[in-house]
């Protein structure tokens, strides 16, 4: 709300600081464009409990998923983009719901006062503290702490990208992330990862295909469906060799083009038409 808060956060630098270090790292992985907005009169779509204990209200981590829809059609980034979209969003709670906490599932709350959805991103619920006197003029100027912020939406994104820190015996060294956000080896984790579920892809893709011009008979197929048929199979065998020989960049890069071939020939127009209309053939 406007009238309460005058909130500042210099999201350019943030960004720039610490976002942008990561996503130069997973550009191998995929390619990445950050938007920001603001929204005013946000509505979080449920009625936080207050808890007369703390003078608090209170979100329980069933109600967090009636959380989303009412944010995401304010949004609009889904519907104005062809690709998948991350939100992550920072939330100021109105007045007459401060100060608003996430609970877990049993009840205690959520240190980082944030959650995340699988697909979809994140909302970290920032509080502002109430002004020492009732007469204090409106709107409140907030200057959000940037690093504590940037802090769990990385964090989110990683658990995004399934990067999550698994407990490891003390013995065990691992390589820090440092001021990428990402270490070496977690890249690696995420293109063998990446590398296999394409390879997947591509062959349920073209099973698929196979299975529908079976059941077509004296279907006539053009060459450059045939084609990209073969460069699938190609570029998967060589993903394949690339991947047992450790070369994760070149078997991830090698995927990627089965997929792309693969998708090319099964949704090729020509094909289309015969697979509804084989009588026309």
Do not use: C
């Not at 979209?85 to 906490?101: A, D, G, I, Q, T």
């Not at 890249?187 to 062959?203: F, G, K, P, Q």
């Amino acid at each position: 709300d406007p009238k309460s808060h005058a909130v500042d956060w210099d999201i350019e630098d943030a960004v720039n600081r610490y976002v942008q270090p990561v996503l130069d790292k997973l550009s191998l992985v995929a390619n990445f464009s950050v938007d920001s907005q603001i929204l005013y009169y946000a509505v979080l779509g449920v009625t936080p409990r207050f808890d007369k204990e703390s003078s608090s209200f209170l979100l329980s981590a069933h109600s967090l998923p009636h959380v989303i829809n009412p944010v995401e059609a304010r949004l609009g980034s889904s519907a104005a983009s062809l690709y998948p979209v991350l939100n992550f969003l920072l939330y100021v709670p109105e007045r007459s719901h401060s100060p608003l906490y996430i609970q877990d599932k049993d009840g205690a709350p959520v240190s980082t006062n944030a959650f995340h959805s699988p697909r979809w991103g994140g909302i970290m619920i920032y509080n502002v503290e109430a002004p020492a006197s009732p007469e204090a003029s409106l709107p409140l100027h907030v200057d959000v702490d940037m690093v504590r912020v940037m802090e769990v939406f990385l964090a989110q994104l990683r658990l995004l990208f399934g990067l999550s820190r698994e407990e490891l015996p003390p013995e065990f060294l691992l390589e820090s992330p440092g001021n990428e956000g990402l270490a070496d080896w977690e890249l690696d984790r995420l293109l063998w990862a990446h590398t296999v579920e394409n390879i997947a892809t591509v062959s349920t893709t073209l099973t698929s295909l196979a299975q529908l011009l079976d059941k077509i008979g004296n279907i006539v197929i053009k060459d450059d469906v045939a084609s990209e048929v073969y460069r699938a199979v190609a570029s998967a065998q060589s993903a394949l060799a690339e991947l047992a020989a450790g070369h994760l960049h070149l078997a991830f890069k090698a995927s990627k083009e089965a997929v792309t071939s693969s998708e090319k020939a099964f949704f090729d127009p020509s094909l289309l038409h015969l697979l509804y209309f084989p009588d026309d053939q």
